[in-house]
DNA sequence: CTTTTGTGCTACTAAATATGTAGCACAGAA
DNA sequence: TTCTGTGCTACATATTTAGTAGCACAAAAG
């Protein structure tokens, strides 16, 4: 895996040079399985193992560099005896994801005519 | 480009078998410029042209699958006088698109110590 | 002590996806 | 007719992701 650097505030990424927080989160939250394991992580802490069952047996090279680069952009931390978990800063997302969950619950029920 | 199937509630998607909604939007979403396109809609409907331009040059191709899955998960339509522009349902997720912005921007002023 | 189980993690090859460049057909304006 | 701008496509290349196997370590069980 060439990995290429974890997005960070303040730091050109990838498709913006500007350094705006938000190209940041975008280009980390636009790789695979980042918000999935965002959203796995929203009710408790995962050890690797789980989070890699919750999210359907993903290949833990894939796993291992998304923890890697979400660990960089300080969005969760691993503790020893608990496993993954948000941070402080990741649980402040929650509110937004939750509101994509609802919002997705309505874009589901308006596909199905 | 050999394209997978573009995401929608109710369907299998990659990394879940569930069908549901919130699945859909997960891998929609974690698709590379996906959540980019979206943002760079917020304001007005942009061009084909426009659109790559404001994405830092995103290649056509890639522009064309995201563009092409965005439509048939109807958050984005095509109008020939106005370009590409959100559809009403993914209006509705404008205020977590900001939501976002401004969560990245607590995010950044806590990276910087 | 020896085996078993669970942890995080890595190497390696193959497959899928994204990139970059060039260019097409069409439409409207000059 | 020529010039722009539109959406879009082909193709070769590079990068990213997937899939499989297995490692070292630690704690618990036998």
């Not at 498709?15 to 980042?34: E, V």
């Not at 408790?44 to 890697?68: H, M």
């Not at 993954?84 to 997705?104: K, V």
């Amino acid at each position: 895996m060439a990995s290429p650097k974890p997005p960070l505030p303040h730091h050109p990424v990838r498709g913006s040079t500007t350094g705006r927080p938000i190209m940041a989160i975008l280009d980390l939250l636009g790789r695979r399985w980042s918000l999935r394991i965002l959203w796995e992580l929203r009710d408790e802490p995962l050890t690797f193992r789980a989070l890699q069952g919750a999210c359907d047996a993903v290949s833990p090279t894939v796993l291992q560099q998304r923890l890697k680069e979400l660990r960089a952009a300080r969005l969760i931390s691993h503790d020893a005896g608990q496993g993954y978990g948000l941070s402080a800063t990741a649980r402040r997302l929650l509110p937004t994801l939750l509101a994509l969950n609802d919002w997705a619950e309505t874009w589901a029920s308006e596909e199905e005519h």
